[in-house]
């Protein structure tokens, strides 16, 4: 647990915005969004963070998350490559993030990703190869992406789609 209490207290130092977010405690695991079972992060609400530029490196370091909610970051313009360290991710909602322009390749290191929502992120422009590299996405939300011109061919064919919403 100690490891995941220094990665949320470095997100937190890390930017303004996550600081005010998080607020002032000293148990990072009473901040608010923060949800833990077993001793670990497993879930982070970011939701509404509307000035964040840019997720910290150190979300990389949150080995046992399983959901990550960045719905409304509207100023949000990239993910980190350390993105690729949230092995057991599930869940990875960037609704609204309006300023998104790419995700990152590292995405194919999010071997549990069952659900991505990129529901209204209107500055993303195309989807990464690397995208048809996940083997659990099962639901991939689209609806109002307004620059995304085309799906990667990697990802036709290569899962077992429950939902594809566009």
């Known amino acids: ?7 949320l207290r470095a997100l937190r130092d890390a930017d303004d915005e996550l600081k005010q977010h998080f607020g002032d405690g000293a148990d990072p695991c009473a901040w608010q969004g923060v949800s ?3 001793g670990r992060v497993t879930t982070l609400k970011l939701e509404g963070c509307k000035s964040l530029l840019a997720l910290p490196e150190a979300i990389g370091r ?4 399983t959901t990550l909610n960045l719905k409304g970051c509207e100023g949000l313009r990239a993910l980190p490559e350390a993105i690729s360290g949230l092995a057991a991710l599930t869940t990875l909602n ?7 322009l790419a995700l990152p ?3 194919s290191g999010l071997a549990a990703l069952t659900t991505l929502s990129l529901t209204w992120c209107n500055s993303l422009a195309a989807l990464p190869e690397a995208i048809g590299g996940l083997k659990a996405l099962t639901t991939l ?3 109002d992406g307004e620059d995304l011109k085309e799906l990667p061919e990697a990802i036709c064919g290569t ?5 594809l919403t566009d």
């Open 1 to 7: 647990m100690e490891g995941d209490l220094a990665a």
């Open 36 to 38: 833990a079972q077993d």
């Open 62 to 65: 949150l080995a046992k998350l």
């Open 94 to 100: 960037l609704e609204g993030c309006r300023s998104l």
């Open 105 to 107: 390749e590292a995405i």
């Open 141 to 143: 939300n689209l609806v």
């Open 159 to 163: 899962a077992v789609w429950t939902a």
